[in-house]
């Protein structure tokens, strides 16, 4: 990493969590005391070099204001929330547009086409320190970025193309899993190189696939399954877990 390069996070959470049928998006449903996604939130803010982090909301989000606003104060004075979180009211009908909306910001706020845009789930609160780290330093001075992922390790098979829904679908063949990553956040890439991507490519998943499909090529960073999305009913009392053991051995900020 180049000393003069800076870098920003930006945190898609203008979802509305359809796979978790919750009453809430899920990204402010109660986890640990907290909405959830303050719960993203403090561990990115306790990375001191990430500059600034924008939270990109639905434009019409009821929730940021009543249930996230009483909670930042209670976060520690080290975090610098006023002069370091950014809420952005413009987040689109798919992540890419939200994710495109934080870059936007970004840039008009100064950051540069070389500086780091690191985008993370609002979904995934049990990211570490260590992970962040871990990404930045590996995709080191790279003029491209790279991406957490973790190597599979169940085997792999494909099925086939699901007919009905009332039968089980079949296995079609088995992949080798060797070669086979599976993606999560965060993933780091140089800001101009992820605003073109997205903005030719705006039906991407990820950032990284829309940074593939430019003809580039993000560094694959091994990551841990503890980082694991809140998706399904069952996953947050399993998240929450995970985020109590991992507290007890984060050491104290502020
Ligand atoms: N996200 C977003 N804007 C969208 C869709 C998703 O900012 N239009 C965010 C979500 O809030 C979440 C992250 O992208 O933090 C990952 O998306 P996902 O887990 O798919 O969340 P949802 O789209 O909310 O969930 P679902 O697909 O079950 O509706
Ligand atoms: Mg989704």
Redesign the pocket.
């Known amino acids: 990493m180049t000393t003069h390069t800076r870098t920003f996070a930006v ?10 049928s919750a009453a809430l ?3 402010y449903l109660p986890f640990a005391g907290a909405p959830l996604l303050v719960r993203t939130l403090s561990r990115l803010l306790r990375v001191g070099w990430i500059e600034r982090c924008y939270v ?3 434009p019409d989000d009821r929730y940021w204001d009543t249930l996230v606003t009483p909670h930042l104060a209670q976060l520690p004075p080290a975090f610098a929330v006023a002069e370091r979180l950014r809420v952005v009211r413009l ?5 890419a ?3 495109r909306a934080g870059l936007r910001v970004a840039h008009a706020e100064g950051f540069g086409d070389d500086d780091w845009a690191l985008v993370h ?4 609160p049990c990211l570490t320190p260590e992970t962040i780290e871990h990404l930045h330093g590996s995709v080191g001075n790279s003029n491209v970025g790279g991406l957490i992922a973790i190597p599979a390790t169940d085997t792999v098979k494909v099925a086939t193309p699901h007919t009905s829904p009332n039968s089980f679908p079949v296995v079609e063949r088995t992949v080798p899993r060797e070669r086979i990553w599976l993606a999560q ?1 965060p993933q780091l890439f140089r800001l101009a190189v992820l605003r073109q991507a997205l903005d030719r490519f705006p039906d991407a998943t990820d950032e990284a696939s829309a940074v593939e499909r430019l003809g580039l090529q993000p560094i694959l960073v091994k990551g841990h399954w503890s980082n694991l ?3 399904l009913p069952g996953d947050l009392e399993l998240a929450q877990a995970i985020w109590s053991l991992q507290e007890d051995s984060l050491s104290d900020v502020g």
């Open positions: 945190i898609p959470a203008a979802g509305i969590g359809a796979r978790m998006p899920k990204q990109v909301l639905a987040g689109g009908t798919t992540r547009h939200s994710v789930d609002a979904a995934r956040t999305k809140v998706t």
